[in-house]
């Protein structure tokens, strides 16, 4: 957790959160304004594709009106509805052909033909082309009589206007105007306008009209039915429904855009408004699909996240190496410290700058050096006070030996001779020979408080006689291995060297229960290296009470004053290894 969690990882998480971080919200403001502004800018277009088409449906419907109205002026429309009176009254033929000059109106291309209605006259006459001539004549499935019988109410005194009915033959918009001769009104002159001029005005498939390849204009009457074709479907006049939430807020007479979906169950943003011209009542409406409208700002996003890809790459790339540098003197700073908990001693850091991390970097040499010094204090302090301890304990062992020796001893072989004086035959052998093993066993401590044999045989010869008394006295096969020690060994060395052997002995005789003990003494030019291994029960060297117990931390301790490096291996029912490892230095 320490190392995945590092300063440079901190560093480097939180360069790339404020990096990426300012990066998305940058990307998000631009994605949100453009499609903001893109969908404000396709409203326009809407709009203006809107207010163009419905401009020209009023314009073209204010001129066909006018056009109508002139018609029912002409004389020559009054003539014509004086030849069909006459006409019932003579009943005389039922076609009547006029001269081409006396409609100047026949050939407008915004209608497809002229019905002359006259007062109570069923039903109505049509003036197709023939030929030459302009045939009148009578028309009877043209047009409906419920029709018909509002036209003389409706359109009494001015032009009117009737919206498409699917019941009419052929569909298309009524423009009615009645006509007077003099003061009397002698009929009714009704134009057709068919559904292909509206269509000129509001069909498009042109994809640089402003609508795009899924866009268009149309048109929706009270009854929520086209009044024009759809781009996207036959036959949609008078028979596809549209009931939109653009459609029902333009009959209220709104006017406004939005996003919905279309008649097509497909979402679109839409531009609608009202529109109402001499009795009918529609709505118009310009719309383009929200998919396509959105294709630019599906562009930008893209974009957006490409270019938002890179920067992340190389936010992350200058925040690892920013990261790395700035951490750089802290991981120094870090290692330094672990080795100092490790108890090592650093080398004084390098300060390479002059910030709060070079003045870091100063306190923290000196805090280490101030460090060292007390640690070589309490190295050399310890080291005294233990050498002055086991050393005090050998001068003890010493004053002990000798008290045994000299008084002990001495007094112990006086009683023997006392009691052989007063029992020259000898009567009571047995307590003679206790005497004779107290003796014994007297001169044996004195021994193992000064061994005499270091001073008078050397190191090699006492360790030999130490492992045989062992032996003999534990009944354990102890085999030693020991080369010849270097002349420069010292006399307190040779001392600690004994009494490591010879604790580790005890420790085998009272713990171990081993039948069998190896020691390896071996002295190179450098240093001396022992090894005592057993075949014991073995025990577990992290239990601190069984170490001290065992009085390992005596031949660690002495060890120690000869800078010297102690290890033990063992495990329960394995045996015991120890290792040491003396430089000749030390030794002295």
């Known amino acids: 957790m320490r190392n995945f969690f590092s300063i440079t990882h901190k560093i480097t998480l939180n360069m790339i959160i404020v990096g990426l971080g300012s990066c998305i919200v940058l990307g998000l403001f631009l994605y949100y304004s453009s499609r903001d502004a893109m969908l404000s800018r396709t409203f326009d277009q809407l709009m ?185 479907k036959d036959n949609s006049v008078l028979s596809e429904e549209v009931n939109t939430p653009g459609v029902k807020r333009a009959l209220n007479g709104k006017t406004g855009t939005d996003i919905f979906q279309d008649y097509r169950g497909i979402e679109v943003l839409s531009s609608y408004s009202h529109l109402s011209v001499r009795g ?125 020796h000299d008084s002990l001893g001495q007094m112990l072989i006086a009683l023997k001779l006392k009691y052989q004086s007063a029992c020259e035959d000898d009567s009571n052998p047995e307590l003679l020979n206790l005497i004779d093993k107290t003796i014994e066993e007297t001169r044996r401590m004195s021994g193992n408080l000064k061994p005499a044999e270091l001073d008078e045989f050397g190191l090699k010869s006492a360790m030999q006689m130490l492992c045989q008394v062992q032996a003999e006295l534990t009944g354990i096969e102890i085999e030693l291995q020991v080369d010849i020690f270097p002349e420069q060994i010292g006399d307190k060395a040779k001392v600690y060297l004994y009494r490591i052997l010879q604790e580790g002995l005890n420790n085998v005789h009272k713990h171990a229960e081993a039948q069998h003990v190896n020691v390896l003494i071996k002295s190179r030019k450098a240093a001396v290296f022992m090894g005592i291994s057993d075949d014991g029960r073995g025990f577990n060297p992290e239990n601190d009470e069984v170490v001290n117990g065992f009085g390992i931390s005596n031949m660690e301790d002495r060890v120690s004053l000869m800078s010297g490096r102690f290890s033990i291996q063992s495990a329960p029912g394995k045996g015991t290894q120890i290792r040491i490892e003396i430089p000749l230095n030390d030794m002295q």
Not at 110 to 122: L, Q, W
Not at 124 to 150: F, Q
Not at 361 to 369: K, L, Q, V
């Open 48 to 232: 203006s594709v809107r207010t163009e088409k419905e401009n020209r449906l009023e314009k073209f419907f204010s001129d066909r009106l006018y056009d109508v109205q002139l018609m029912a002026e002409e004389e020559e429309i009054v003539e014509v509805f004086n030849m069909i009176e006459k006409r019932r009254t003579d009943d005389k033929s039922s076609i009547i052909h006029l001269k081409k000059s006396w409609m100047p109106y026949h050939g407008n291309e915004y209608f497809s033909r002229f019905y002359f209605v006259t007062e109570g006259d069923i039903p109505p006459y049509a003036l197709p082309l023939s030929g030459d001539s302009l045939v009148l004549m009578p028309v009877n499935d043209e047009i409906k009589e419920d029709r018909l019988d509002s036209l003389n109410t409706y359109c009494d005194k001015d032009v009117c206007l009737l919206d498409l009915d699917k019941r009419d033959h052929p569909v298309g918009l009524r423009l009615l105007s009645p006509v007077y001769d003099g003061e009397e009104k002698t009929g009714t002159l009704m134009a057709v306008i068919p559904v292909s001029s509206i269509n000129d005005i509001m069909y498009e498939d042109n994809p640089h009209n402003g609508l795009g390849s899924s866009g268009e204009a149309y048109l929706v009457g009270s009854d929520y039915l086209m009044r024009s074709t759809s781009r996207f």
């Open 280 to 404: 009918i009542e529609w709505a118009v409406l310009a719309e383009i699909d929200f998919h396509e409208a959105m294709i630019p700002i599906n562009n930008l996003r893209n974009k957006i996240l490409f270019i938002g890809v890179g920067i992340g790459i190389l936010v992350f790339v200058l925040a690892w190496f920013l990261s790395g540098w700035l951490s750089k003197p802290l991981v120094r700073l870090n290692r330094a410290a672990s080795s100092i908990a490790e108890g090592k001693h650093p080398p004084q850091l390098a300060i390479k700058s002059k910030d709060e991390i070079g003045e870091l970097t100063s306190s923290f040499n000196h805090m280490a050096a101030k460090i060292e010094e007390q640690k070589q204090n309490l190295r050399l302090s310890r080291y005294q006070s233990l050498r002055a301890m086991i050393d005090g304990q050998e001068k003890e062992r010493q004053r002990l030996s000798r008290e045994l």
